[in-house]
């Protein structure tokens, strides 16, 4: 019995029928893979320390700056080796700077120590700028500890120039490499340098 030969366009049906097979079938992972994320969130210190002092005038921060690896919203993890991960199955409800920069302002916001606490496009004149880097917001695996570390700097918008600056840097434990643990080790750590800045900032 001689076998059927197949023609171009019923061959070209049947290669376009397997692509599109293919390509749903990669859409339904990526959504199973996207589903199983776990979102977190920061937060702000809801008490400062009583001998804060008062800032003088409207305070504008801006959004903290950060290498590549942090302005996302993944969370990133040290490995002992020194190279950078992520967290799998775990992410921030926003990216790091702009969540960050969310805090900081509730954290002013809470301390009742401040004229006024605004973000660039609020249509203000701020008396001073607070400007952040982020140097390390991570969990070292070598170490068991989520490491905090912001570059502040306190700009004042009548002169321009630096009026201080300092490096705050808090760690905390973290029982285990966990989404969980990893994120309430990361907030606690967080939550200590939040609370050093408003104070430093009102010194």
């Known amino acids: 019995m001689m076998s059927k030969k ?3 366009p019923a061959m070209r049906t049947r290669k376009l029928a397997r692509l599109v097979s293919a390509g749903l079938l990669g859409l339904a992972l990526a959504g199973c893979a996207s589903a199983a994320l776990t979102v977190f969130s920061l937060n702000a210190p809801e008490r400062l320390p009583a001998t804060a002092r008062a800032l003088p005038g409207l305070l504008l921060i801006a959004p903290p700056s950060s290498i590549q690896i942090y302005a996302t919203e993944r969370i990133v993890v040290r490995e002992a080796n020194g190279s950078l991960s992520h967290l799998p199955d775990a992410q921030w409800a926003d990216q790091l700077p702009a969540l960050l920069q969310s805090r900081l302002v509730a954290s002013f ?8 606490v605004s973000r660039p496009g609020d249509r203000v004149s701020p008396d001073f700028q607070l400007n952040t880097e982020v140097r390390a917001f991570e969990i070292d695996a070598a170490t068991g500890l989520a490491v905090v570390e912001l570059s502040v700097r306190a700009v004042s918008e009548a ?3 630096v009026a201080r600056a300092r490096v705050f840097r808090a760690t905390a434990p973290v029982a285990e490499v966990t989404p969980v643990s990893a994120v309430s080790a990361l907030d606690a750590a967080l939550q200590k340098v939040l609370v050093e800045i408003v104070g430093w900032a009102g010194a």
């Open 109 to 116: 916001e809470n301390s009742r120590r401040i004229t006024g």
């Open 159 to 161: 002169s321009g120039r």
């Open 6 to 8: 197949l023609t171009f």
